[in-house]
């Protein structure tokens, strides 16, 4: 197996689905309630299928979902000998292709009161600066990343800005760049080519299927297994009863609970006091839950988090990898303390779990850039640009996704095996899922429609509620299921306005 992987570009949007599905050991029978087709066009303009891959991650989630509704339903916390029948067939699923597209592009084409985001964002250093014998890319989406690329390319106070930057960055070779940045805890990646990216070690360690999940306490002995007692029959949700833990940051992993929440999750989004609040994407993934602020540099707020996390059914945590541990936040250290019951440890991470890279932190742009994406993208177009960016967050969206998708393939398995369970997902394993789909030849992937503002998306594709700051109108959520609700009832509000319990 070589570090670009296996060749799925035969693939249709419900083979991949399928393909995860039995990689992840669900009930074949299951698949025949999805009902989804591939048009023959591209979905967004770009070489990659990204429309293949928001039709398939969000099919899977949405199929998973209908799976636990199947469940709950069924044989809630049973498991008599001899063995009862099987579960019946989920509800039917349907995610229709253009929808799935918009959904990708979501924090984008949301207006309040009218007014839509400002986009682009304003972003004075932040982007592809040339260097000595290449490209960098600077992430400067928080004022700790934008100020420490300043200060390591010994920019003066008054120039922060673009030209300033790239006047120093011009004298680095683009690895020392990346790495020297990397050490200083900064975000930014060197630009590179598939070549340049298959031969690195990181590239090798990053799996070829974008959902892991591994048994990490055997919790409650087999006759014990069930589901929560919270998710008994009759719900008018998929998921109405189950408790979400979740501390994260920007786009994938609060995606991963917000996904939750359609399916009637009660998610607790823990965000932190010292931390800047990005509202522009604060408010869009808010969506569904429920938000509280702790500091876990204060004795109180940390005892508040044990204590909360002592009722969840599920923990998602989307920081840096390790970040977290040295507070008794492992995977392992949780599933310690819940091994009486069981547990979901979800993680969202740059890089994967393995390999030298697995601790840098990271985002979409920078794993699009360093993975040699927007090198491909820019050689498709034929502009001779040096690096072109997909057309949404597509690693982003894919990674939130798999993530919820995950959690609830764990609950599965918590329910028919017991224990606790750990879920990884990674923006690189989206990328690499990505890139085994293959490219579409020449230009002819970019002949395709484009959601950058609300006024591109088809009306019956957004919906309007009152939030805490006033009217929104955004993109529903692209998966149905047959005879279940399927949507969000809590509507954002500023960062931390919710009581520290569960419903």
Not at 110 to 124: A, H, L, R, V
Not at 266 to 292: C, F, M, N, Q, Y
Not at 302 to 329: K, M, N, T, W
Request: hydrophobic share 40%.
């Amino acid at each position: 197996m070589t570090a670009s992987g296996p060749d799925r570009s035969a693939f249709t949007s419900r083979d991949s689905v399928a393909h995860i599905w039995r990689d992840l050991g669900l009930p074949e029978a299951s698949l025949q309630s999805l009902d989804i087709s591939d048009p023959e066009t591209p979905g967004l303009p770009s070489s990659f299928k990204v429309g293949h891959l928001a039709q398939a991650s969000i099919a899977l989630a949405t199929l998973l979902a209908a799976q636990i509704h199947s469940l709950r339903n069924h044989n809630h916390n049973h498991l008599a000998l001899p063995p009862p029948p099987p579960p019946p067939p989920p509800p039917t699923v349907t995610v229709p292709f253009r929808h799935a597209c918009v959904e990708f592009n979501s924090w984008r084409l949301y207006t309040t009161n009218g007014e839509p985001i400002q986009y682009p964002p304003s972003s004075p250093v932040g982007g592809l600066h040339r260097t000595s014998d290449g490209y960098v890319r600077v992430h400067d989406g928080f004022p700790s990343h934008r100020n420490g690329a300043t200060a390591l390319l010994g920019c003066a106070p008054d120039e922060t800005n673009r030209a300033a930057v790239a006047a120093r960055a011009a004298a680095w070779r683009c690895v020392d760049l990346e790495q020297t940045g990397l050490e200083a805890g900064l975000a930014l990646a060197a630009l590179r080519s598939f070549a340049q990216w298959d031969v690195l070690p990181q590239a090798r360690a990053i799996a070829d299927t974008p959902i892991r999940l591994r048994k990490i306490g055997d919790g409650a002995p087999p006759a014990g297994a069930g589901l929560p007692d919270r998710l008994g029959p009759g719900a008018d949700k998929c998921l109405r009863g189950l408790r979400v833990l979740e501390m994260s940051r920007v786009i994938a992993a609060p995606l991963a609970g917000k996904t939750l929440a359609a399916h009637g999750a009660d998610v607790l989004w823990v965000t932190s006091p010292h931390l800047p609040d990005l509202p522009a994407l604060d408010r869009e993934l808010g969506r569904g839950k429920r938000t509280i602020q702790l500091d876990l540099r204060d004795e109180r707020d940390e005892a508040e988090l044990f204590r909360l996390l002592d009722e969840a059914d599920v923990f998602i945590q989307g920081y840096r990898p390790g970040s977290l541990a040295a507070r008794g936040l492992s995977p392992e250290a949780i599933a310690r303390r819940c091994s009486g019951r069981g547990i979901i440890c979800a993680n969202l991470s740059a890089y994967g779990p393995d390999g030298p890279w697995a601790g840098r932190r990271g985002f979409d742009s920078l794993v699009q850039t360093c993975s040699g994406l927007n090198v491909s993208e820019a050689e498709h177009f034929g502009a001779g640009e040096a690096a072109r960016p997909l057309p949404c967050q597509a690693l982003d969206y894919a990674g939130g996704f798999f993530l919820a998708a995950g959690v609830m393939a764990a609950l599965y398995k918590q329910a028919t095996e017991g224990g606790s369970w750990q879920v990884d997902v990674s923006l690189a394993g989206a990328m690499k899922y990505l890139r085994s789909l293959g490219q579409y030849e020449g230009r002819s992937g970019f002949d395709a429609p484009d959601y950058l503002r609300p006024e591109d998306v088809p009306p019956e594709y957004m919906e309007t509620h009152m939030t805490g700051f006033g009217k929104m109108t955004s993109v529903r959520h692209a998966g149905t299921i047959q005879g279940v609700e399927v949507g969000w009832e809590i509507m954002p509000k500023p960062l931390g306005a919710d009581e520290k319990r569960w419903l």
